[in-house]
């Protein structure tokens, strides 16, 4: 059984450049999120996919953030122009959940943290 | 919006005894679930007990137990026998109409030898 994966762990940028994160989720979960966790804070949402519709985006997530799930299955995040602000650990989770209604519980991957120097 | 708070940045405890952890929240739902996880250092967060906001009983797992208050929007963890491997971070957060996970600013928990 493997759970949520990440990758990269680390990735270390110069400010200004592109990174991309990927995810790969838990397989038989439809729901897949991203999170944004700076150092001594709990994590803050950024987005979720219903198998490969995007639902939700928060207000953190600016125009130089995109997020797909093509196929419904693993996801990726980029960040374009990155800014030292961007310096976080990113969180990946699934759930499995019916169409509406509360999750049981959100799995969550290691993050891949990144540092914008 | 939903808003998690709790108050206890940082907190300790020698092992084998009890800690409490605080946690409060405000929302308008009448559904929802709310969470603690645990994130160890450098390790990946963990659920470590759920609590569905309809079920009166307050939620139960093993060492680890909830004090939910709803009318007063309360969420406490209660941490029984602690042991040295229980030493994390550890988030309250929410959770109404299967989406977002709302989180607490979290509590540091240190259990002393």
């Known amino acids: 059984d493997t759970g949520v994966s990440q990758d990269p762990r680390h990735k270390i940028t110069k400010r200004g450049q592109n990174v991309t994160f990927r995810c790969d989720p838990i397989?038989?979960?439809?729901?897949l999120y991203w999170y944004r966790q700076t150092l001594g804070q709990g994590p803050e949402f950024l987005t979720y996919?219903?198998?490969?519709?995007?639902?939700?985006k928060s207000r953190l997530l600016s125009d130089r953030f995109s997020a797909e799930r093509p196929k419904g299955s693993f996801s990726t995040l980029e960040i374009q122009r990155t800014e030292q602000g961007d310096s976080a650990m990113y969180l990946c989770?699934?759930?499995?959940?019916?169409?509406?209604?509360?999750?049981?519980?959100?799995?969550f991957g290691p993050g891949t943290r990144l540092t914008v120097l | 919006a939903q808003t998690v708070t709790q108050s206890q940045p940082e907190m300790s405890v020698q092992e084998a005894e009890t800690v409490t952890l605080s946690c409060t929240y405000d929302?308008?739902?009448?559904?929802?679930?709310l969470f603690w996880y645990k994130q160890p250092p450098s390790r990946q967060m963990i659920l470590v007990i759920r609590?569905?906001?309809?079920?009166?009983q307050n939620a139960t797992e093993n060492r680890f137990s909830v004090n939910f208050q709803k009318a007063a929007k309360s969420f406490s963890l209660k941490i029984s026998d602690s042991q040295l491997g229980d030493t994390a971070m550890y988030f309250c957060?929410?959770?109404?109409?299967?989406?977002?996970?709302?989180f607490g600013e979290g509590t540091q928990l240190t259990v002393n030898p």
């Open positions: 989770a699934s759930s499995f959940a019916e169409t509406s209604g509360p999750n049981n519980e959100q799995f």
């Open positions: 397989s038989e979960h439809n729901r």
């Open positions: 996919f219903q198998n490969e519709a995007q639902l939700e």
């Open positions: 929302t308008s739902e009448s559904n929802y679930y």
């Open positions: 609590q569905e906001a309809y079920k009166q």
């Open positions: 957060a929410f959770e109404a109409s299967g989406s977002r996970l709302t």
